[in-house]
Protein backbone atom coordinates (compact mmCIF):
# COMPACT_ATOMS: atom_id res chain seq x y z
CA UNK A 1 0.00 0.00 0.00
CA UNK A 2 1.46 3.23 -1.36
CA UNK A 3 2.06 5.58 1.23
CA UNK A 4 1.19 9.85 1.51
CA UNK A 5 3.49 11.20 4.06
CA UNK A 6 5.77 13.60 2.30
CA UNK A 7 5.67 17.27 3.02
CA UNK A 8 5.45 18.22 -0.97
CA UNK A 9 1.52 16.52 -0.45
CA UNK A 10 0.86 18.80 1.66
CA UNK A 11 1.39 21.53 0.64
CA UNK A 12 1.27 23.41 -2.63
CA UNK A 13 1.70 27.40 -2.84
CA UNK A 14 0.75 27.70 0.63
CA UNK A 15 -2.64 25.51 0.01
CA UNK A 16 -3.02 21.97 1.62
CA UNK A 17 -3.65 19.77 -1.47
CA UNK A 18 -5.04 16.83 1.09
CA UNK A 19 -7.10 17.94 3.69
CA UNK A 20 -6.57 14.67 5.46
CA UNK A 21 -3.14 12.27 5.85
CA UNK A 22 -3.32 9.16 7.35
CA UNK A 23 0.33 6.83 7.92
CA UNK A 24 -0.22 3.74 9.51
CA UNK A 25 -3.28 4.49 11.59
CA UNK A 26 -4.39 1.48 13.87
CA UNK A 27 -6.76 0.98 16.48
CA UNK A 28 -7.24 -2.17 18.97
CA UNK A 29 -10.13 -3.07 21.28
CA UNK A 30 -9.01 -5.33 23.57
CA UNK A 31 -6.78 -7.03 21.70
CA UNK A 32 -8.28 -7.14 18.32
CA UNK A 33 -7.29 -5.42 15.86
CA UNK A 34 -10.25 -3.25 14.30
CA UNK A 35 -7.89 -1.14 12.03
CA UNK A 36 -4.68 -2.16 11.14
CA UNK A 37 -1.77 0.19 9.93
CA UNK A 38 -4.09 2.23 7.24
CA UNK A 39 -2.17 4.71 4.94
CA UNK A 40 -4.23 7.24 2.99
CA UNK A 41 -5.04 10.75 2.02
CA UNK A 42 -8.18 12.59 1.57
CA UNK A 43 -7.32 15.41 -1.72
CA UNK A 44 -8.62 18.84 -1.36
CA UNK A 45 -11.85 19.27 -3.28
CA UNK A 46 -12.75 15.65 -3.35
CA UNK A 47 -14.94 12.80 -2.41
CA UNK A 48 -13.20 10.06 -0.82
CA UNK A 49 -15.22 6.66 -1.19
CA UNK A 50 -14.26 4.66 2.09
CA UNK A 51 -15.79 0.94 1.31
CA UNK A 52 -16.26 -2.43 3.06
CA UNK A 53 -18.54 -4.80 4.72
CA UNK A 54 -20.14 -4.45 7.72
CA UNK A 55 -17.56 -4.76 10.66
CA UNK A 56 -14.46 -3.98 8.06
CA UNK A 57 -13.39 -0.98 10.28
CA UNK A 58 -15.20 2.25 8.41
CA UNK A 59 -17.09 3.65 11.21
CA UNK A 60 -13.25 2.84 13.37
CA UNK A 61 -11.72 4.85 10.68
CA UNK A 62 -13.54 7.88 11.13
CA UNK A 63 -14.28 7.49 14.71
CA UNK A 64 -10.04 8.13 15.02
CA UNK A 65 -10.43 10.70 12.41
CA UNK A 66 -13.16 12.42 13.70
CA UNK A 67 -11.83 12.53 17.75
CA UNK A 68 -14.60 10.11 19.05
CA UNK A 69 -12.34 7.42 19.23
CA UNK A 70 -8.21 7.27 20.54
CA UNK A 71 -5.59 6.17 18.04
CA UNK A 72 -3.92 3.33 19.23
CA UNK A 73 -0.83 4.20 16.98
CA UNK A 74 -0.19 5.81 13.73
CA UNK A 75 0.13 9.72 13.06
CA UNK A 76 -2.95 11.91 11.41
CA UNK A 77 -2.80 15.16 9.81
CA UNK A 78 -5.02 17.39 9.12
CA UNK A 79 -4.93 20.45 6.76
CA UNK A 80 -1.78 19.93 6.63
CA UNK A 81 -1.07 19.90 10.93
CA UNK A 82 -0.06 16.76 12.96
CA UNK A 83 -3.25 15.90 15.08
CA UNK A 84 -2.06 12.51 15.95
CA UNK A 85 -2.11 13.16 19.63
CA UNK A 86 -5.11 15.18 19.53
CA UNK A 87 -7.68 14.74 16.87
CA UNK A 88 -10.25 17.17 19.06
CA UNK A 89 -8.31 19.73 18.33
CA UNK A 90 -9.07 19.52 14.59
CA UNK A 91 -13.04 19.67 15.33
CA UNK A 92 -13.49 22.97 14.19
CA UNK A 93 -12.59 22.21 10.72
CA UNK A 94 -14.94 18.86 10.09
CA UNK A 95 -18.16 18.09 9.85
CA UNK A 96 -19.67 14.70 10.95
CA UNK A 97 -22.48 12.80 9.90
CA UNK A 98 -22.81 9.70 12.00
CA UNK A 99 -25.04 6.41 10.77
CA UNK A 100 -27.13 7.29 13.07
CA UNK A 101 -28.83 10.70 14.06
CA UNK A 102 -27.60 12.08 16.81
CA UNK A 103 -30.09 15.51 16.86
CA UNK A 104 -32.54 16.08 19.58
CA UNK A 105 -36.14 14.86 19.28
CA UNK A 106 -38.39 16.93 21.41
CA UNK A 107 -36.07 20.09 19.56
CA UNK A 108 -37.41 21.42 16.23
CA UNK A 109 -35.38 21.31 13.15
CA UNK A 110 -34.42 25.32 13.57
CA UNK A 111 -33.71 24.81 17.10
CA UNK A 112 -31.41 21.71 16.56
CA UNK A 113 -29.63 23.92 13.76
CA UNK A 114 -28.54 26.83 16.22
CA UNK A 115 -28.30 24.54 19.13
CA UNK A 116 -25.05 22.64 16.97
CA UNK A 117 -24.29 26.02 15.24
CA UNK A 118 -23.52 27.36 19.44
CA UNK A 119 -21.49 24.07 20.11
CA UNK A 120 -18.93 25.46 17.48
CA UNK A 121 -19.21 28.93 18.67
CA UNK A 122 -21.34 30.68 16.26
CA UNK A 123 -22.69 33.93 17.05
CA UNK A 124 -26.39 34.08 17.91
CA UNK A 125 -27.28 36.18 14.46
CA UNK A 126 -24.86 34.39 12.69
CA UNK A 127 -26.44 30.81 13.46
CA UNK A 128 -30.07 32.15 13.02
CA UNK A 129 -29.39 33.18 10.14
CA UNK A 130 -27.46 30.19 8.85
CA UNK A 131 -30.26 27.60 10.10
CA UNK A 132 -32.74 29.36 8.43
CA UNK A 133 -30.55 28.98 4.99
CA UNK A 134 -29.81 25.36 5.58
CA UNK A 135 -33.54 24.45 5.88
CA UNK A 136 -33.84 26.87 2.66
CA UNK A 137 -31.41 25.17 0.86
CA UNK A 138 -32.15 21.20 2.15
CA UNK A 139 -36.06 21.67 1.70
CA UNK A 140 -37.04 21.55 5.02
CA UNK A 141 -38.32 25.23 5.56
CA UNK A 142 -42.17 24.02 6.33
CA UNK A 143 -40.98 21.52 8.85
CA UNK A 144 -38.36 24.04 10.34
CA UNK A 145 -40.84 24.11 13.37
CA UNK A 146 -41.68 20.79 14.38
CA UNK A 147 -40.09 18.57 15.95
CA UNK A 148 -37.45 16.22 14.84
CA UNK A 149 -39.16 13.26 16.32
CA UNK A 150 -42.29 13.97 13.53
CA UNK A 151 -39.71 13.94 10.61
CA UNK A 152 -39.48 10.67 8.59
CA UNK A 153 -36.51 9.41 7.96
CA UNK A 154 -35.36 11.07 4.62
CA UNK A 155 -35.94 14.02 6.70
CA UNK A 156 -34.32 13.23 9.50
CA UNK A 157 -31.37 12.25 7.84
CA UNK A 158 -31.34 16.27 5.75
CA UNK A 159 -31.55 17.99 9.27
CA UNK A 160 -28.47 15.72 10.08
CA UNK A 161 -26.55 16.50 7.19
CA UNK A 162 -27.50 20.29 7.47
CA UNK A 163 -26.01 20.27 10.94
CA UNK A 164 -22.78 18.61 9.89
CA UNK A 165 -22.20 21.98 7.86
CA UNK A 166 -23.28 24.45 10.35
CA UNK A 167 -20.23 25.83 10.29
CA UNK A 168 -19.38 25.55 7.02
CA UNK A 169 -16.48 23.19 7.62
CA UNK A 170 -13.56 22.19 5.15
CA UNK A 171 -14.18 18.92 5.38
CA UNK A 172 -17.70 16.45 5.84
CA UNK A 173 -17.80 13.00 7.00
CA UNK A 174 -20.66 11.13 6.12
CA UNK A 175 -21.17 7.47 7.43
CA UNK A 176 -23.75 5.69 5.06
CA UNK A 177 -25.96 8.76 4.72
CA UNK A 178 -28.42 7.27 2.27
CA UNK A 179 -28.88 3.97 3.96
CA UNK A 180 -32.20 3.28 4.94
CA UNK A 181 -34.29 5.99 3.50
CA UNK A 182 -36.75 6.15 0.45
CA UNK A 183 -35.62 6.50 -3.11
CA UNK A 184 -36.73 9.78 -3.47
CA UNK A 185 -35.16 11.22 -0.20
CA UNK A 186 -31.86 8.94 -1.54
CA UNK A 187 -31.54 10.90 -4.47
CA UNK A 188 -32.12 14.20 -3.21
CA UNK A 189 -29.34 13.58 -0.59
CA UNK A 190 -27.06 12.24 -3.24
CA UNK A 191 -27.65 15.54 -5.15
CA UNK A 192 -26.82 17.49 -2.17
CA UNK A 193 -23.66 15.84 -1.38
CA UNK A 194 -23.00 16.70 -5.17
CA UNK A 195 -23.75 20.31 -4.74
CA UNK A 196 -22.02 21.09 -1.06
CA UNK A 197 -18.29 19.11 -2.84
CA UNK A 198 -18.84 21.33 -5.95
CA UNK A 199 -19.22 24.07 -3.76
CA UNK A 200 -15.47 23.53 -2.12
CA UNK A 201 -16.07 21.03 0.66
CA UNK A 202 -13.66 17.64 0.70
CA UNK A 203 -15.72 14.81 1.74
CA UNK A 204 -15.15 11.46 3.29
CA UNK A 205 -17.93 9.31 2.11
CA UNK A 206 -18.98 5.67 3.28
CA UNK A 207 -21.45 4.05 1.65
CA UNK A 208 -23.02 0.42 0.98
CA UNK A 209 -24.44 1.35 -2.17
CA UNK A 210 -22.05 0.66 -5.34
CA UNK A 211 -24.06 3.10 -7.85
CA UNK A 212 -23.56 5.68 -4.72
CA UNK A 213 -19.90 5.46 -5.07
CA UNK A 214 -19.70 5.19 -8.29
CA UNK A 215 -21.92 8.15 -9.22
CA UNK A 216 -20.44 10.37 -6.71
CA UNK A 217 -16.63 9.48 -5.45
CA UNK A 218 -13.52 10.77 -7.37
CA UNK A 219 -11.45 8.03 -5.65
CA UNK A 220 -11.71 5.02 -3.61
CA UNK A 221 -10.50 2.91 -0.77
CA UNK A 222 -11.54 -0.80 0.20
CA UNK A 223 -11.11 -1.87 3.43
CA UNK A 224 -11.43 -5.81 4.49
CA UNK A 225 -10.92 -6.68 8.04
CA UNK A 226 -9.31 -3.36 8.95
CA UNK A 227 -6.84 -3.50 6.17
CA UNK A 228 -7.00 -1.16 3.21
CA UNK A 229 -6.10 -3.15 0.03
CA UNK A 230 -6.61 -1.16 -2.82
CA UNK A 231 -6.93 2.71 -3.30
CA UNK A 232 -7.28 4.38 -6.44
CA UNK A 233 -9.31 6.77 -8.77
CA UNK A 234 -12.70 5.65 -9.28
CA UNK A 235 -12.70 5.13 -13.11
CA UNK A 236 -9.26 3.85 -12.88
CA UNK A 237 -10.14 0.97 -11.05
CA UNK A 238 -12.98 0.31 -12.96
CA UNK A 239 -11.05 -0.42 -16.01
CA UNK A 240 -8.47 -2.79 -14.51
CA UNK A 241 -11.01 -4.66 -13.62
CA UNK A 242 -12.61 -5.32 -17.26
CA UNK A 243 -11.21 -7.91 -18.63
CA UNK A 244 -13.02 -7.99 -22.08
CA UNK A 245 -14.34 -5.14 -23.96
CA UNK A 246 -17.60 -5.54 -24.50
CA UNK A 247 -20.62 -4.25 -26.68
CA UNK A 248 -24.32 -5.03 -26.58
CA UNK A 249 -26.58 -4.60 -29.35
CA UNK A 250 -30.02 -4.94 -30.70
CA UNK A 251 -30.52 -5.89 -34.18
CA UNK A 252 -32.60 -7.56 -36.61
CA UNK A 253 -31.61 -10.08 -39.57
CA UNK A 254 -30.64 -14.06 -39.30
CA UNK A 255 -29.30 -14.69 -35.98
CA UNK A 256 -27.36 -17.83 -37.64
CA UNK A 257 -24.75 -15.27 -39.29
CA UNK A 258 -23.47 -13.95 -36.42
CA UNK A 259 -20.96 -16.39 -36.09
CA UNK A 260 -19.66 -15.62 -39.63
CA UNK A 261 -19.34 -11.78 -38.46
CA UNK A 262 -16.47 -13.01 -36.29
CA UNK A 263 -13.50 -13.67 -38.91
CA UNK A 264 -14.67 -9.95 -39.78
CA UNK A 265 -14.20 -8.05 -36.47
CA UNK A 266 -10.77 -7.76 -34.85
CA UNK A 267 -9.46 -9.04 -31.92
CA UNK A 268 -13.25 -10.77 -31.08
CA UNK A 269 -13.29 -13.48 -28.92
CA UNK A 270 -16.96 -14.38 -29.24
CA UNK A 271 -19.92 -13.36 -30.70
CA UNK A 272 -22.57 -14.16 -27.96
CA UNK A 273 -26.69 -13.99 -28.79
CA UNK A 274 -28.61 -13.73 -25.69
CA UNK A 275 -31.69 -13.58 -27.60
CA UNK A 276 -33.54 -13.12 -31.01
CA UNK A 277 -32.47 -9.68 -31.13
CA UNK A 278 -29.94 -8.90 -28.65
CA UNK A 279 -25.92 -10.07 -28.85
CA UNK A 280 -22.96 -9.31 -27.43
CA UNK A 281 -19.49 -9.14 -28.69
CA UNK A 282 -16.86 -9.97 -26.25
CA UNK A 283 -13.12 -8.83 -27.99
CA UNK A 284 -10.14 -8.27 -26.43
CA UNK A 285 -9.58 -4.90 -28.69
CA UNK A 286 -11.31 -2.12 -28.63
CA UNK A 287 -14.25 -1.61 -30.98
CA UNK A 288 -14.49 0.73 -33.29
CA UNK A 289 -18.12 0.92 -32.99
CA UNK A 290 -19.00 2.78 -36.81
CA UNK A 291 -16.85 0.02 -38.32
CA UNK A 292 -19.26 -2.42 -36.43
CA UNK A 293 -22.17 -0.72 -37.60
CA UNK A 294 -20.60 -1.00 -41.73
CA UNK A 295 -20.09 -4.56 -40.92
CA UNK A 296 -23.62 -5.67 -39.56
CA UNK A 297 -25.20 -3.64 -42.69
CA UNK A 298 -22.96 -4.99 -44.85
CA UNK A 299 -23.82 -8.06 -43.93
CA UNK A 300 -27.51 -7.68 -44.04
CA UNK A 301 -28.32 -6.87 -40.23
CA UNK A 302 -30.19 -3.84 -38.68
CA UNK A 303 -29.04 -2.29 -36.01
CA UNK A 304 -31.13 0.03 -33.51
CA UNK A 305 -29.02 0.21 -30.26
CA UNK A 306 -25.05 -0.46 -29.27
CA UNK A 307 -24.12 -0.48 -25.86
CA UNK A 308 -20.57 -0.39 -24.41
CA UNK A 309 -20.94 -2.86 -21.20
CA UNK A 310 -18.74 -1.44 -18.22
CA UNK A 311 -18.25 -3.80 -14.88
CA UNK A 312 -20.35 -2.27 -11.97
CA UNK A 313 -18.77 -1.24 -9.04
CA UNK A 314 -19.74 -4.10 -7.71
CA UNK A 315 -18.04 -6.34 -9.85
CA UNK A 316 -14.46 -4.47 -9.22
CA UNK A 317 -14.78 -4.63 -5.48
CA UNK A 318 -15.48 -8.75 -6.12
CA UNK A 319 -12.38 -8.91 -8.21
CA UNK A 320 -10.43 -7.13 -5.81
CA UNK A 321 -11.09 -8.60 -2.40
CA UNK A 322 -13.04 -11.96 -3.66
CA UNK A 323 -15.73 -11.13 -1.26
CA UNK A 324 -19.25 -12.46 -3.39
CA UNK A 325 -22.23 -10.22 -3.24
CA UNK A 326 -24.01 -10.40 -0.17
CA UNK A 327 -21.30 -12.18 2.17
CA UNK A 328 -20.56 -10.43 5.56
CA UNK A 329 -24.23 -8.72 5.68
CA UNK A 330 -22.50 -6.32 3.21
CA UNK A 331 -25.80 -5.28 1.36
CA UNK A 332 -23.74 -4.54 -1.45
CA UNK A 333 -25.85 -2.76 -4.85
CA UNK A 334 -24.57 -2.08 -7.98
CA UNK A 335 -26.17 -2.02 -11.60
CA UNK A 336 -24.31 -2.47 -14.62
CA UNK A 337 -22.82 1.06 -16.52
CA UNK A 338 -23.39 1.19 -20.00
CA UNK A 339 -22.53 3.89 -22.94
CA UNK A 340 -24.99 4.08 -25.15
CA UNK A 341 -24.68 5.03 -29.06
CA UNK A 342 -27.30 6.32 -30.76
CA UNK A 343 -27.28 4.23 -34.48
CA UNK A 344 -28.13 6.60 -37.06
Known amino acids: MQAFWACSLFTRGGMAVNVIEVKKLSKVYDNKTAVDGADFAVRRGEIFGFLGPNGAGKTTTINMLTGLARISSGQVRIMGQDYSSGVKKAQHLMGVVPDESNLYEEMDGFENLTFCAALYG ?12 LLEMFGLAQAG ?8 KGMKRKLTIAAGIIHQPEILFLDEPTTGI ?3 SARQIRKLVGDLNQGGTSIFLTTHYMEEAERLCHRLAFIVEGRIIRLGRTEKLMQEAQKENIVQFAFQGDGKKLQQLEERLPGVNRVEQMNESTARIYSSEAVDLVSLVDIFRENGFSLFEARVIRPSLEEVF ?6 EHGRHGSGWAGAVAEEEVEIQ
Not at 145 to 152: L, R, V
Open 122 to 133: MERKMREKRARE
Open 145 to 152: QKPFKAYS
Open 182 to 184: DVA
Open 318 to 323: VNITGI
